[in-house]
């Protein structure tokens, strides 16, 4: 999937077509990657949202200022103009990346949207710390006139 070599329509045709003995958990990993997650830490980034009752985002949606690409946060909730980045060691150490994250991050915040970034190693160890931070910028973030940013969902 993240290398565009099969889509989601081909993989649950494979699925269908293969025994359902034994797949539950392929079943369950390609109804995260329809629902945009795209990572196992982003998996755990939703199924803590889930526990902790906070409305839906969208995963991995494209941010657009007019024509103008922002960003592609690993969350995000158009209607309050809040994004999550999990920013993992794996993809985000070497100097390049680092420079990227923040050039992100500096992108989406002078358009107003508010950034959260959380490691995959905060969020199964602190999942109350990491829901009291998700709901506050909800929360916080709820009264603000929307943003113009337009939201592409993820394919």
């Known amino acids: 999937m993240q290398r565009n070599r099969c889509t989601i ?9 293969g025994p359902v003995r034994g797949s539950a958990r392929f079943r369950h990993a390609l109804a995260e990657v329809a629902s ?5 830490a982003e998996g755990d980034l939703r199924n803590l949202l889930r526990r902790g009752r906070v409305p839906v985002p969208y995963f991995n ?5 007019g024509e103008v690409f922002l ?5 995000w909730w158009p209607a309050v103009g809040v994004a999550i980045e999990v920013d993992s060691r794996e993809w985000h150490l070497s100097p390049a990346d680092w420079e990227r994250t923040l050039r992100r991050h500096a992108e989406m915040s002078a358009h107003g949207i508010i950034v959260l970034h ?3 190693g905060q969020i199964r ?10 709901k506050k910028a909800l929360t916080s973030a709820a009264g603000r006139p929307a943003l113009d940013i337009r939201t592409v969902p993820a394919s």
């Open 9 to 17: 329509p081909e993989l649950t045709a494979e699925l269908s077509r």
């Open 61 to 65: 949606a494209k941010l657009y200022a």
């Open 118 to 120: 959380f490691t995959p």
């Open 36 to 40: 945009g997650v795209r990572s196992v």
């Open 71 to 75: 960003a592609m946060p690993d969350a």
């Open 125 to 134: 160890p602190e999942p109350e710390r990491v829901l009291a931070a998700v």
